[in-house]
């Protein structure tokens, strides 16, 4: 035997190799088993085993048959297979999903042949519902088509007009009204305040998108900027010098009698809609990918097709075919987080409380329904319900006040009851019921037993009026389907987030208008969105896909059929990636405009590491910074006010945090002495429970106060959350206008 020696001194043996015991020479020698048998735990008897691959066999056939490192290679990967390979039985037989993990995309879920959404298509552009010159997928084969929503072409295009043109898409040729664009400031000396939108009043989207698309490597920093500018909001404080014609974004039509938009109907044959070149293609489906295990649907069956009719030739201001609802789902006892959103909309939307009842307007005032589901979202209301829930918002503080005679006109407090509403949409009236769940959330499908559901409703029906949860369900507090709202980040309330998914897509379906998430709080008038005819959602984040916190859909029309045909042979599933994919998989994304999140949820990318070294006013890392404005930037939310918080978005969404109160330090509708009674009892409730906490720790409750507030009392450093609420509460107190300097009217 030889022997080499290292550089520290010791030895390396090369020859034969050595053992230092005899068993072990004698066991390395022979040649282990593939399979080793393991005891039972818990079971005397040696005869009950169960065999498992021998980790030693498969690294001495690695080693021998593929050498040292490689070996130790395959001995990982065969390792792995069989811990994947374990995975997938346990997820096919141990759990209800009964789904095969896989290493593919998600199955497809188209169910419409190519005629079909040829045909949305073209009811959706004939009905002013495309108001754009972007561009239609070559996949659907389809012609050049009149779109009554846009001017005709001039021989010299401003920049603005101006988009890419390449293979593989198609354009619609304008023959509506002109467009004149507008320049909207505040005129010396009346700057204090920014003007309103001019009644009429239309975004041009493609322009924002200009602007602002993330794809095209834009900043919510600037976009906010053009956004502000366009819409007037820089008033007296315009420091941008020379021609910014390209940052109008805001136009009004001008009526051309030679464009007259008359009404027309569709041909169910479809034929001269697709393109030459498809015409001798025996495959009219080709190329689209259908749905394992289902049929394709029948014939579409659509409405006729909308007028698109001016806003000048309206007949009164409001049009009944586009109606202006601001729609919003609400689970369990009124909060805060409701009541500032009404109190956004009061202070920022056109809702004509400047004037007296007797007055007129020429603008038409929009409306904020707000629907809501009084018990958890897996039960059944009882006969009672709606006037239980009326009862119960008399008595909440939070929700008292807009139940004012003043607020009648504009708030309107709604009963969602699923059943009913799943009946009213004529596309699944007839087959929702034969579904396993209604509750189907990205594939994540939770079943409610029949028994759970009475339970449930049950047990919730008392306790609503002080703004918590009954006793009869405190037991059941953390069961998933007796939550009636999120009360922390480990209580969440899942099967309403689930239940709303589905809620927005019906509301605006059955009634038109906007959808908005609970957790959003409007920021400037939306005029010019609602007069842009056109469905609409906002980016999720940095990915190519729908976020529909804000969601607005035509009444009744063809994208609106395709989208619940799909989901209900899509066992309902309307969560924002899964919609995401019916429409890019019928190349139908264009009907649905996924707006930049900029307009409607500013700080996002900025909480996700994006676009930091040039962040938006304020600078939000965290969604949490709104609630807890970080020490370091803590000066910003009193100094700014309301005027500093992403000035330019339409909305702000800060993301659940639905146990955060607004103001810690006065948590509670600090709406003046109109509402006094309100305040009293929401401050004897917390008083209350304060009491009871200090109780429960073996401490001595808070005694009542006698005086009135002291400043010394008040937080010193107000975050901006507590700014905004107070910003909105002083407009109803009657201490300051609303952001467009106008005077609420009692």
Request: proline residues 7%; positive net charge.
């Amino acid at each position: 035997m030889s022997f080499t020696k290292r550089r520290s001194g010791s030895f390396k043996g090369r020859g034969l190799p050595h053992y230092s015991h005899a068993i072990r020479e004698k066991h390395h020698s022979r040649v282990p088993p593939w399979f080793i048998p393991i005891a039972v735990p818990g079971f005397r008897t040696r005869r009950l085993r169960f065999w498992l691959p021998n980790p030693r066999r498969i690294h001495q056939f690695s080693v021998s048959r593929f050498g040292r490192k490689r070996g130790l290679a395959f001995m990982l990967l065969a390792l792995t297979a069989m811990v994947f390979a374990a995975f997938a039985l346990t997820k096919r037989f141990g759990t209800e999903q009964k789904t095969w993990p896989a290493f593919t995309g998600d199955p497809p879920t188209l169910v419409f042949r190519r005629r079909d959404l040829q045909r949305i298509w073209e009811w959706e552009i004939a009905s002013g519902h495309y108001p754009s010159r972007r561009r239609i997928p070559e996949q659907l084969w389809l012609n050049l088509l009149d779109n009554p929503a846009l001017p005709p072409r001039r021989a010299s295009l401003p920049s603005r007009f101006r988009l890419p043109s390449g293979p593989g898409t198609t354009t619609t040729s304008g023959v509506g009204a002109r467009r004149i664009y507008l320049d909207i400031q505040s005129k010396p000396p009346n700057v204090a305040y920014p003007p309103r939108p001019v009644p009429g009043s239309i975004a041009d989207l493609d322009m924002v998108m200009e602007h602002c698309d993330f794809s095209e490597k834009k900043y919510v920093r600037d976009c906010l900027e053009v956004l502000r500018f366009g819409g007037g909001l820089d008033h007296g404080r315009r420091l941008r010098r020379g021609k910014l014609d390209d940052w109008k974004y805001i136009y009004l039509e001008q009526p051309d009698s030679e464009n007259e938009t008359t009404r027309t109907t569709i041909d169910d044959s479809v034929g001269a809609m697709i393109t030459d070149a498809a015409r001798d293609i025996t495959d009219t489906d080709g190329g689209l990918t259908k749905k394992k295990g289902v049929d394709w649907e029948s014939a579409l069956q659509l409405s006729g097709v909308r007028r698109y009719r001016l806003y000048s030739s309206l007949p009164s201001p409001c049009d009944p075919e586009h109606p202006r609802i601001f729609h919003m789902f609400w689970t369990g006892p009124f909060t805060d987080k409701p009541y500032l959103a009404l109190l956004s909309f009061l202070f920022t939307q056109n809702t004509g409380l400047h004037l007296h009842e007797e007055g007129e307007t020429t603008t038409c005032r929009p409306k904020f329904w707000l629907w809501i589901n009084p018990g958890p979202a897996a039960a059944v209301p009882n006969p009672s319900a709606l006037h239980d829930m009326f009862a119960q918002l008399k008595s909440n503080p939070w929700a008292a006040p807009f139940l004012h005679p003043r607020f009648k006109d504009v708030i309107q407090f709604k009963l969602w009851n699923t059943t009913e509403q799943l009946d009213g949409v004529p596309e699944i009236a007839s087959e929702w019921r034969a579904r396993e769940s209604l509750f189907n959330s990205g594939g994540y499908v939770i079943n409610v037993p029949p028994k759970k559901l009475d339970d449930a409703a049950s047990s919730s029906t008392d306790g609503a009026a002080n703004g918590t949860a009954a006793e009869g369900s405190k037991a059941d507090d953390d069961d998933m389907l007796s939550r009636t709202g999120s009360k922390s980040s480990t209580s969440y309330d899942r099967l309403s987030v689930i239940l709303s998914d589905m809620a927005r897509f019906i509301l605006c379906h059955r009634f038109g208008g906007i959808y908005l998430d609970a957790d959003t709080l409007l920021l400037r008038d939306w005029e010019e969105l609602w007069g842009w005819k056109g469905a609409f959602a906002y980016r999720w984040s940095r990915l190519e896909k729908y976020n529909t916190a804000v969601l607005h859909l035509n009444k009744d029309s063809a994208l609106g059929t395709f989208l619940f045909r799909t989901a209900l042979k899509n066992d309902l599933d309307f969560h924002p990636m899964t919609v995401s994919r019916y429409l890019k998989e019928a190349h139908l994304e264009g009907l649905l405009l996924r707006l930049p999140d900029a307009l409607f949820d500013s700080a996002w990318l900025g909480t996700e590491y994006y676009q930091r070294d040039r962040p938006p006013q304020p600078f939000f890392t965290d969604f949490a910074d709104f609630f807890d404005t970080p020490l370091g930037m803590s000066a910003a939310p009193h100094a700014l006010g309301f005027d500093g918080f992403f000035k330019g978005a339409y909305s702000y969404h800060f993301h659940n945090y639905w146990w955060k109160p607004f103001d810690s330090a006065r948590n509670w509708p600090d709406l003046g002495a109109q509402f006094l009674n309100n305040e009293r009892i929401a401050r004897a409730n917390l008083k209350t429970a304060a009491g009871a906490v200090a109780a429960s720790e073996g401490k001595a409750g808070a005694e009542p106060e006698a005086n009135e507030d002291q400043v010394d009392e008040d937080q010193r450093d107000l975050d901006w959350s507590t700014v905004l609420k107070r910003t909105f509460e002083a407009y109803i107190r009657g201490e300051r206008p609303s952001m467009y300097g106008e005077w609420l009217a009692w």
